[in-house]
């Protein structure tokens, strides 16, 4: 992955989101502002329509009606020429907005000598004039305003046209064919005719301004343009050349639709470049003609876009400040983060006593910053004293080492202990738990012809245990040496230990004194695990405990002595509850009944093979499990007086 | 090592179950030194279910009888079986205190 | 460092240049001649060839004159107001009985007339035009139809047809008459699509006539043969010129029409132009020009056999143009 700091991550998150937010402010305002425009300018443009079709409509549907008055009245047949001369002029000077009319009827129709009968008031030069059409040049009646209301039989607006006579005022011709009964039947006999000047109907249009480059046009029923900005577009070109010469499929079909009848609202493609456009086209319901207003699409969302614009450069500025604070607050949170990651792996290279850099900060950083030195000051402290600590330990150790060579110097070690006395052979071992331990044994002549042999225990095991152990092993050699028997030299020694026993620590006792030449053997035992016995022939037996408590803690105890004798090559073996005690993995003992069957399986052994081989099977017993008590052997075999 | 302690009158009877040695010992030393404060100075130790005692746990047991002694009060052993009894026995502990077979006989006794 | 007999060389030279350039001027013909309607692309060859100083290269300095609504071109070249005129070959034949007119070349080969149907008014064939109104303009724009209905029999009622196509637009008449190259493409102009007319082309029913033509009075054909000659080849050039650079040609119509002051618009006149040249080049004929024998017998045939025609002109004596 690769690694990105977090200014870098912050700033990209940060921007992102922002930019996204502001993407969707800025769109969302663009595309409903541009809806509402739409909409509004749609809105707009239909009433603007409406108000101007309206306009239209009435002028045309006024002249309409004139026009069709005068057809309805002509289909009187008394009335004479002169009537319909006065007629003709009488409508032309009531009807401003009618330019002029004429009363044209079929041929030989009202006089059988005149093929053309057709007066024609009209305006001009702000008088009324009059003229008689038809002529060889001039035969009316294969003229559209004649031919289209005789075959049709119906009243018709005629498509606009240049007056040429007019100075090129566009005019349109209302033409309403009326009937006279001949023989019975109902016969064509002429139409009559009223023109309008659509040079109001340019003017008003061209007054419709939209925005800055809209406009207004209007088509006849064919798409010619009646009106346009661009007057060379008027009566030359029809919406659908236009489109032929812009290549224009769409505005084709926009045609088609204009003059179909619908009233929509459509968007025009960009045609001949000049952008895309709307527009809103409604059907006159005179005439057929179609109106067209145009909006520039830019224009109409010129403000909107401008505002858009704008919003996205403000944006963009805003982007940019928020780049810089953003980076700012980062590297006010990276920059001391860099400052303590440096000094922690400075402090891990083992530079305790380093600097920390100055974070004062009022913020998380500033805590951390602080966190860091407690952390650094206590790591020092601690540091130190596991340092003075196990210098400590180490000195213990050392001085442990020290007390285990004088415990063990005070023991004797020496084996064979007496290689020239035969009479007897002694053998012991001692495995203290810790590097001191409670258990004891000695050995020694108390006089000539008696020699006595102890084991003892002391509760518990390291230093306390060995205190006590060396101070009961002192004891029993002076009380000892004394000559007293077993049981007194226990009562002397214990009433010395329970004076002032303020910790309750106890030892047990086992101390024999054999005569060597008889193998009499006095001995007493104080709360000690019952020794064995093994005869040179026979069962190995135990040594029954005298019911003596173990030393130590009744002052006033009186130790009781027991005697037996032994014969040569009988073993008296000692030992302490480490051996009987002593637990495998599964905490399970050794146990007496495993010491005894052990010794029955012996041979004969020797003192030292004794003591060795047991040594052996509890090693084998316990199997590498943690040493918990102590372990001590002593293993006495008497020989008896030897014949030198 | 787990103590379960049931009052019966003035006396406190107290099952210790488990072992007690030189790890468990301390544990035993507290928890006297907590009866006492209390007040208990009767006990009636139920050994019925101690597997195991070492050195360290007799003299534990020594020192709460002397303390209990000092505060006027005694502790007595009910339940001993197995190796805890032939210690007991051997160490002659046994005939410094009043041991009972069972519970009841220690509390009538 | 230049001699004098060098100066005097040098201008002889340049005032002879002068003269040899202005000399052609000097010689040009004055001739007129009449286009048969309102300028538009229809005359195209004619303009370009006046505009690009064909015919002045031809030696003519020519005036054209347009036709229209009231003017008839052979009566110009009756009454003397033009020393050309082109019409139609039938116009042409018939005239010819009763004026000495030649034709000198013939442009248009084949027949653009057509009548024009509303594909609404199901009039799949001719014959279904029983009984239907159509509308057919005056004089020789009327001899194919009345030709045809007569070899087909069928009786149809005859409107006369101005130069507005409002009443056929209105279903006053369910026929229309329209040149292939104008009114069609009006319609067009008018909205309506292809799919929404059908058309049928008196080419297509043996009345395959040729149409515009040059004539003059068989008097000036006979004094000035090489001018006449000279005028239908700079004609030719004109058209050749037209269809080779449409847009310009283009120009030079709107321009026409615009001083007229005739409607006009490009879309309408790009379509003609470009129906002129598949009327006027083809390899009917070994040159444009060249009027075949045959065709003008087919035109002579079919006109006596409605009557338009009464005397038999023979082909030489009609017949002054190129041959190849």
């Known amino acids: 992955m690769k690694r990105h700091g977090i200014a870098f991550k912050l700033t990209t998150l940060t921007l992102s989101c922002a930019f996204i937010i502001l993407a969707a402010i800025v769109g969302y305002n663009y595309y409903c502002s541009r809806d509402v425009i739409l909409r509004q300018s749609e809105e707009n443009s239909r009433l603007l329509a409406h108000q101007t079709t309206s306009s239209i409509d009435a002028v045309l549907s006024s002249v309409e009606k004139v026009a069709q ?43 059988k000598e005149k093929l053309y009968f057709a007066p024609y008031h009209y305006r001009s030069a702000g008088r009324i004039s009059f003229s008689m059409l038809g002529s060889p040049s001039y035969r009316y009646f294969y003229m559209d305003w004649y031919q289209i209301p005789k075959e049709l039989e119906r009243a018709v607006w005629t498509e606009p046209y240049n007056d040429e006579g007019g100075g090129g005022v566009t005019m349109a011709t209302y033409t309403v064919p009326f009937f006279r009964t001949v023989n019975g039947k109902r016969v064509f006999a002429g139409v009559v005719t009223a023109d309008i000047s659509l040079e109001w109907l340019e003017d008003m249009i061209s007054h419709i301004s939209i925005f800055d480059t809209g406009y207004a046009f209007l088509l006849s029923r064919h798409g010619t343009f009646i009106t346009h900005p661009d007057r060379n577009l008027i009566m030359n070109e029809t919406i659908f050349t236009l489109a032929e010469e812009s290549k224009s499929e769409q505005l084709r079909k926009i045609g088609q639709d204009m003059l179909g009848g619908d009233n929509s ?59 810089g604070v953003i980076i700012l607050i980062a590297r006010r949170i990276t920059t001391p983060l860099t400052k303590l990651s440096g000094a922690a792996h400075e402090i891990a290279s083992g530079n305790l006593d380093l600097k920390l850099p100055e974070i004062t900060s009022n913020d998380e950083v500033g805590d951390l910053a602080q966190s860091f030195t407690y952390m650094k000051n206590s ?29 063990m110097g005070i023991l004797p ?132 405990p005298l019911g003596d408590p173990v030393a130590g803690i009744m002052e006033d105890m009186e130790y009781t002595t027991k005697s037996l004798t032994l014969t040569p090559g009988d073993i008296l073996f000692i030992y302490t509850d480490g051996v009987t005690e002593a637990m495998d993995p599964a905490q399970k003992l050794y146990s007496e009944e495993r010491l005894m069957e052990h010794v029955e399986t012996m041979n004969k052994p020797s003192a030292p093979e004794l003591v060795k081989d047991l040594d052996t099977s509890i090693k084998k017993f316990t199997l590498g499990a943690e040493q918990s008590d102590d372990i001590t052997m002593l293993a006495f075999q008497f020989n008896g007086e030897q014949d030198k | 090592m787990e103590f379960t302690n049931t009052k019966n009158g003035d006396k406190l009877v107290v099952a210790v179950t488990g072992r007690l040695d030189a790890v468990t010992a301390p544990e035993f030393d507290t928890q006297c030194k907590s009866w006492l404060n209390d007040g208990e100075n009767r006990i009636i130790a139920d050994l019925s279910n101690l597997e ?42 046994a005939s410094m205190f009043a041991m009972y077979p069972t519970l009841d006989d220690a509390l009538a006794g | 460092m230049i001699s004098m007999q060098r100066i005097t060389q040098l201008l002889l030279l340049s005032v002879l240049g002068i003269c040899i350039t202005a000399a052609p001027s000097l010689a040009l013909e004055k001739k007129s001649i009449i286009l048969q309607w309102l300028p538009q692309a229809q005359f195209a060859g004619f303009y370009m060839a006046k505009d690009k100083g064909f015919y002045e290269e031809a030696g003519i300095d020519l005036t054209i004159i347009s036709g229209g609504p009231d003017v008839l071109a052979s009566e110009y070249l009756e009454a003397g107001k033009a020393d050309f005129a082109t019409m139609f070959l039938s116009t042409g034949l ?150 080779n650079h449409p847009e310009e040609a283009l120009d030079s119509v709107l321009r026409r029409m615009k001083k007229s002051g005739t409607p006009a618009n490009r879309a309408h006149q790009r379509w003609m132009l470009k129906r002129m040249e598949d009327i006027i080049v083809t390899d009917k004929v070994p040159a444009m020009g060249v009027l075949n024998k045959k065709d003008f017998q087919r035109v002579r045939n079919a006109l006596i056999e409605t009557g338009f025609l ?5 082909f030489p004596e009609f017949y002054r143009g190129p041959v190849r």
């Open chain 1, 413 to 544: 070690k020496l084996f064979p202990a007496f290689p020239e006395r035969d009479e007897f052979e002694v053998f012991a071992s001692i495995e203290p738990a810790k590097e001191v331990g409670g258990d004891l044994y000695d050995f020694f002549f108390v006089d000539e012809d008696h020699f006595c042999f102890l084991v003892g225990d002391v509760s518990g095991k390291g230093v306390p245990a060995a205190f006590f152990m060396a101070v009961t092993k002192t004891l029993l050699k002076v009380v000892s040496e004394r000559g007293l028997d077993p049981g007194e030299v226990l009562t002397k020694v214990n009433a010395d230990l329970a004076t002032d026993n303020e910790s309750c620590m106890f030892v047990t006792l086992f101390l024999a004194i054999i005569d060597i030449h008889t193998g009499e053997t006095r001995y007493a035992n104080a709360g000690h695990n019952p020794p064995i016995h093994i005869p040179e022939t026979g069962k190995p037996e135990w040594i029954p």
């Open chain 1, 69 to 111: 008055n005068i057809a309805f009245s002509l289909e009187d047949a008394t009335l004479t020429k002169e009537e319909i001369l006065d007629l003709n002029r009488r409508v032309i000077s009531n009807n401003p907005e009618i330019y002029g009319m004429a009363i044209a009827f079929e041929p030989y129709f009202l006089d």
């Open chain 1, 265 to 323: 609202f459509v968007l025009l493609e960009d045609v001949a470049g000049k952008g895309e456009r709307y527009l809103y086209h409604a059907r006159l319901k005179y005439g057929g003609w179609a109106l067209g207003i145009i909006f520039p699409k830019a224009e109409m969302f010129a403000d909107v876009t401008r505002l858009s614009r704008i919003m996205t450069l403000i944006g963009l500025a805003g982007f940019a400040l928020l780049v």
């Open chain 3, 94 to 243: 018939q005239r010819r009985g009763t004026l000495p007119i030649v034709n000198i070349g013939q442009i248009v080969q084949h027949s653009a007339l057509m009548l024009i149907t509303k594909t609404s008014s199901n009039i799949k064939s001719v014959e279904d035009l029983r009984g239907k109104k159509v509308g057919l303009w005056a004089n020789e724009f009327q001899m194919q139809a009345r030709a045809l209905f007569k070899r087909k029999g069928i009786p149809v009622t005859i409107v006369p047809q101005s130069d507005s196509l409002d009443l056929f637009m209105r279903n006053g008449v369910q026929a229309a008459s329209g040149m292939w190259y104008n009114e069609y493409h009006t319609l067009l102009s008018y909205g309506l699509d292809k799919n929404e007319l059908r058309t049928f082309s008196f080419s297509d029913y043996g009345l395959d006539f040729p149409e515009d033509g040059i004539y003059c009075l068989e008097k000036t054909a006979n004094t000035y043969p090489e001018l006449c000659e000279a005028l239908v080849q700079a004609t030719i050039r004109g058209w050749m010129y037209a269809f």
């Open chain 1, 379 to 407: 790591l020092k402290e601690f540091i130190r004293d596991l340092t003075s600590t196990t210098a400590a330990k180490e000195r213990i150790e050392s001085e442990l080492r020290i007390a285990r060579d004088i415990q």
């Open chain 3, 310 to 314: 009464n005397n038999v002109p023979l």
């Open chain 2, 52 to 93: 195991y005692i070492s050195s360290a746990g007799l003299r534990s047991i020594l020192s709460a009888a002397k303390q209990l002694k000092t505060a006027k009060g005694e502790i007595i052993f009910c339940g001993l079986n197995g190796m805890v009894e032939e210690v007991f026995t051997v160490s002659g502990f």
